[in-house]
């Protein structure tokens, strides 16, 4: 089929979980994203939080200098984190919204109101070269707000599909639908993703706006039970299997 080939970013933020429980250096985040360009992923996505609960500064050192993948930043509105990645300069940095008290992301970043606060960071990673993105809800002043702050791509959150079912789940898919096709008619790059798994991947990946998805969770999750390189292909094989690319 003549259409682009969807991108899988993985999310490695909660191996590096799993190493700060001991305060050591194992199991290391480097050694998952060689693993998973092993295994087919197309980038990698690590958040460095404001209280380095994950990811540290260290490893997104490493990540930019010996990942074969691009790395996605992602990272809080703040004077720190675009300090931070403008020096790294990885491929791309998403702005996603950031409490302390959060155990996750919970929605999208109020592009809209915040919009003042988000000019100069976003004028800032373009410069250094980053493929700038928001994290945001599917939502249309949202989208136009991404337009206006001249962000090129808009991640749009998949939570609420994930954590819902029946009638509500399919409300939501057909708001995230709508959104990525308003946000490609506004000329942005549409990316998709949090709290996906296998169970829930296929509806979005069948969404032909979307570039890229981006998953870590899950997949560090089933990487217990099934290692990391066979989840990954796993869900390799269920995007693909939803645009229609399946061999």
Do not use: W
Not at 61 to 87: G, I, W
Not at 170 to 177: K, N
């Amino acid at each position: 089929m003549s259409h682009q080939r969807l991108r899988l970013g993985v999310n490695i933020d909660h191996v590096a979980t799993v190493r700060n429980a001991r305060g050591a250096d194992y199991p290391s985040p480097l050694r998952a994203a060689k693993l998973a360009a092993a295994a087919g992923a197309d980038g990698i996505t690590a958040h460095l939080r404001e209280d380095r609960r994950h990811i540290r500064d260290a490893d997104i050192a490493a990540l930019v200098r010996e990942s074969a993948l691009p790395l996605n930043f992602e990272m809080a509105a703040t004077a720190e984190m675009t300090k931070l990645a403008v020096e790294a300069r990885p491929h791309a940095a998403c702005i996603v919204p950031e409490k302390r008290e959060e155990l996750t992301t919970e929605g999208g970043l109020d592009a809209a109101r915040l919009s003042d606060r988000l000019k100069p960071i976003v004028q800032a990673l373009g410069a250094a070269g980053c493929r700038v993105s928001l994290f945001i809800e599917p939502d249309l002043a949202q989208l136009k707000a991404a337009v206006a702050l001249g962000a090129p791509v808009v991640e749009l959150h998949t939570g609420r599909y994930c954590e819902t079912e029946g009638a509500a789940q399919a409300a939501e898919l057909a708001r995230i639908r709508e959104a990525a096709a308003a946000g490609a008619a506004l000329g942005l790059e549409m990316h998709a993703g949090h709290g996906l798994s296998f169970a829930t991947v296929q509806p979005i990946a069948a969404i032909p706006e979307f570039a890229e998805l981006n998953i870590g969770h899950f997949l560090i999750g089933e990487a217990i039970f099934m290692g990391l390189g066979p989840a990954i292909q796993e869900m390799r094989r269920l995007m693909d299997e939803a645009r229609g690319d399946a061999a």
